[in-house]
């Protein structure tokens, strides 16, 4: 992977005795017309380029150059550019390239802030390539009118599998041109909707498509704002639905009440495998909610409960659940009130569980439990950097693999039999 500074080594790799496949080119400031035409002459001797990534604000003259020297490679199926700043001029240029390529999988234009008017010249673009499988166009101000135009344009594509709308300024409107888009896709499996301005209006006709939708694996809907009237709709539909499998909704407003619907799902859904549900003031009500089905609930892996106003009884309740529980892999439970009882509680819970999966418990330092237990300070592990970087927009984790594994394989202490963990079985469909 390369990023271009106007120097030779960047130029030799792009189009060198062993080109690379992969290539970014990081717009500088202070780029001519002669340094895109340089650039246009390197791309057009490499034969083998399959990845091309424009990071930075670009000239009219660079797009075209670039464009036109592309058009001889049928090997590329990515492109993308980034914060690119483009007018309408540009958008017309990538659009006609799209229109005539037959490579491309995946197109990428975030960060651009395009407005609603320009919106209609990529439709016409995406519903005439017929190749594309992934687009990604967040941060691009497309409000209601230009989600709706791409939206339509693809309701009988033959191929597109993922579609990010996040961070666009969708209201209800939009979201009823998605939703319509849901209903007729026989390839849609990922959408982002992330960040938008999405309500219980428009997740209203949401749910309707998601009952008949047999294609979607994966929605992002959080930092929207759904309440508990909204949660209760999507829920109903989820019941029906049986390939949804990840679902996000962060951020939103579904307090206790939400969280009781999303309890209630998990006793009907056994398909749901991820469920972010971070920044929603569950508090510890609706946390035991969630935690009384997951006794025996046997499809959710991940559960992201961060920032939820969730103290001691409610990480109580977390505990209970855990000594049962044989498929939780991570639960996150940063930004919570967790004292030093309820994380002794949680680490006694997954010792006493020799059926347990879990590896991550995000947020609860548990190596002061490491002695005790008679797991060695040196498993100790150091932060998880990817982690980090997934959930940057978020907060710092915490990593205890290394640790769950120990106290998943050992003998019960003298200190996990004084510790009462127990509760009362809840019994709840898978």
Known sequence: HSRFVLHQHALAQLSGENPVEEFELKIVKQMLDTDYVVISDNLKSNKCLKKLTIN????????????????????????????????????????????????????????????????????????????????????????????????????????????????????????????????SSTHLKVLGLGDNIITDVGIESFATALRSNNTLTSCELGENSLMDTGTSMLCQALVENTTLVTLSLWSNSLGEIGARHIADLLKRNTVMKALDLGGNMIGDDGVISLADVLHTNQSLKILELWENNIAERGVMGIARMLQNNKRLDTIDLRKNTVSDTAAKALAEAIASNSYTKLHRVIGVDLSPYVEVMGVPPSVVPQRDEKADERRAHRHNSIDNKAI???????????????????????SAEA
């Open 56 to 183: 930075g604000a670009i000239r009219d003259m660079g797009v075209s150059s670039i464009l036109e020297s592309l058009t001889s490679n049928d090997k590329l199926t990515s492109f993308s550019f980034i914060e690119s700043h483009m007018d309408e001029s540009c958008v017309r240029a990538v659009a006609n390239f799209l229109k005539s390529n037959t490579s491309f999988k995946s197109f990428r234009l975030k960060n651009n802030n395009l407005g609603e008017s320009v919106a209609t010249i990529l439709a016409e673009a995406f519903a005439s390539n017929k190749t594309l499988v992934s687009l990604e166009l967040g941060r691009n101000e497309l409000g209601d009118a230009g989600v709706r135009a791409i939206a339509d344009s693809l309701v009988d594509h033959p191929s597109v599998q993922v579609l990010d709308l996040s961070h666009n300024k969708i209201g209800d409107e939009g979201m009823v041109a998605i939703s319509r888009l849901l209903a």
């Open 404 to 426: 769950l594994e120990h106290l998943r394989h050992k003998p019960k202490s003298k200190l996990e039999n004084a510790v009462s963990v127990a509760a009362p079985q809840i």
